[in-house]
């Protein structure tokens, strides 16, 4: 199956922007729905945003919709969630996620902490 590597987390002020990456290894990347979910302390786990197998259809959560962007580059096997205007708010951990159609299932990667100072 394959595996996925989060990167890009990190400490910025409130109305700061971040870029998250998230790296696929171990099976044919471009043929994975790829969202960015995201879970803050003492929360469930949230919905951030999607992009389909072929980049070409995005949907996002209501929260972060006009500030975040997702993309990915399939020759690169790279997923990215610019962010920009954070708030306070959009401190949590960022996970990447594979659907993999064929359970279905999505696979999750280790995390990135994001956190946003006021």
Do not use: H
């Amino acid at each position: 199956q394959v595996q996925l590597v989060e990167s890009g987390g990190g400490l910025v002020q409130d109305g700061g922007s971040l870029r998250l990456s998230c790296v696929a290894s171990g099976r044919t990347f471009s043929g994975y729905a790829m969202g960015w979910f995201r879970q803050a302390p003492g929360k469930e786990r949230e919905f951030v945003a999607v992009v389909n197998p072929s980049g070409g259809s995005t949907y996002y959560a209501n929260s972060v919709k006009g500030r975040f962007t997702i993309s990915r580059d399939n020759a690169k096997n790279t997923m990215y969630l610019q962010m920009n205007s954070l708030k306070p708010e959009d401190t949590a951990v960022y996970y990447c996620a594979a659907f993999d159609s064929s359970y279905p299932r999505w696979v999750w990667g280790q995390g990135t902490q994001v956190t946003v100072s006021s």
